[in-house]
Every structure is written in structure tokens, then in C-alpha cells.
């Protein structure tokens, strides 16, 4: 399945990307350290937004096909930048929390934490882009 998106530069390192399906647009902005106004996600904070918003959606799917109750698990990525040999993400830090009590059975734990390793976008990152998941059941 094929999704497009279109995206337009509106200055200032300022971009504003429609989707395609859906209409919803969103914008971005270059960070401070790299000459933006920092007024909204960059383009690398959005595969930050992307890596944790899949996590979420392919655990969500095996508690679906589980019964499982996972409202309130909430992720945390932090994106790490690195300057040489030219700037890129060096590492994407994840850590699912998951509410207490929502999940005590070992083995599910395993097979939760196995998909999400398994996300699209996980998938996706170069081999050089360190990214760890974290999971924490309170």
C-alpha cells in the first residue's frame, strides 16, 4: 500500500507536510543548534515521534489480540544527535512503561516486548543509529 505525502517549504527552515488519505497537516522546524527557530517537531524529532508512536501501535495490537489492557502505557524516546562523521541520529533511547498490574504474565512480557522490537519503523533505522527498548512495568 502506497500512502503520499506532499510537503512545501513556507521558509525560515520551516516546512509544512500533508497527508496524503487524511488531509492533516503538520509542520517542522530546524532545531535551534542547527539554525531553525525550534517552534516545532524536526524532521529528525518526527522519526523519534515515528519509532515511539509504533512501538505503542504494535503492542496495541497484540494486547487487541490478547485481551489485554494496556491504556495509559506510555513510551519516552530520546534522540541523540552526533555531529561526525556528519550529523545524523547516533541513538534513540525507548522506554515503554507499562501500567501496573497490566501485564504480570512472564511469558507475555517476552512476546510484548519482542513485537515491539519488531515495529516498522525499528525495522527500518540504519544499523548505525543505537536503539534500545526499554520496557518498565510499574
Same mark, same amino acid.
Given at each position: &500500500?502506497?500512502?503520499?505525502?506532499?510537503?512545501?517549504?513556507? =521558509?525560515?527552515? =520551516?516546512? %509544512?507536510?500533508?497527508? =496524503?488519505? !487524511? =488531509? +492533516? @497537516?503538520?509542520?517542522?522546524?530546524?532545531?535551534?543548534?542547527? #539554525?531553525?527557530?525550534?517552534? !516545532?517537531? !524536526?524532521? $529528525?524529532?518526527?522519526?523519534? $515521534?515515528?519509532?515511539?508512536?509504533?512501538?505503542?501501535?504494535?503492542? #496495541?495490537?497484540?494486547?487487541?489480540? /490478547?485481551?489485554?489492557?494496556?491504556?495509559?502505557? $506510555?513510551? !519516552?524516546?530520546?534522540?541523540? &544527535?552526533?555531529? +561526525?562523521?556528519?550529523?545524523?541520529?547516533? %541513538?534513540?533511547?525507548?522506554?515503554?512503561?507499562?501500567?501496573?498490574? %497490566?501485564?504480570?504474565?512472564?511469558? &507475555? %512480557?517476552?512476546?510484548? @516486548?519482542?513485537?515491539?522490537?519488531?515495529?516498522?519503523?525499528?525495522?527500518?533505522? /540504519?544499523?548505525?543509529?543505537?536503539?534500545?527498548?526499554?520496557?518498565?512495568? @510499574?
Amino acid at each position: &500500500m502506497s500512502v503520499n505525502i506532499q510537503a512545501v517549504y513556507t =521558509g525560515n527552515l =520551516g516546512v %509544512r507536510a500533508t497527508h =496524503g488519505p !487524511s =488531509g +492533516k @497537516e503538520l509542520t517542522t522546524d530546524a532545531p535551534v543548534d542547527n #539554525g531553525g527557530q525550534g517552534t !516545532s517537531f !524536526s524532521p $529528525t524529532d518526527l522519526v523519534a $515521534t515515528a519509532l515511539g508512536s509504533c512501538v505503542l501501535t504494535i503492542i #496495541g495490537l497484540m494486547a487487541d489480540r /490478547h485481551d489485554l489492557d494496556l491504556n495509559g502505557t $506510555t513510551v !519516552s524516546v530520546t534522540k541523540d &544527535m552526533v555531529a +561526525k562523521p556528519l550529523r545524523r541520529i547516533g %541513538r534513540l533511547e525507548t522506554i515503554v512503561t507499562v501500567p501496573q498490574g %497490566r501485564v504480570v504474565d512472564t511469558d &507475555m %512480557r517476552k512476546r510484548l @516486548e519482542n513485537a515491539a522490537h519488531q515495529c516498522p519503523v525499528h525495522q527500518s533505522l /540504519h544499523a548505525d543509529i543505537d536503539a534500545p527498548i526499554t520496557f518498565v512495568y @510499574e
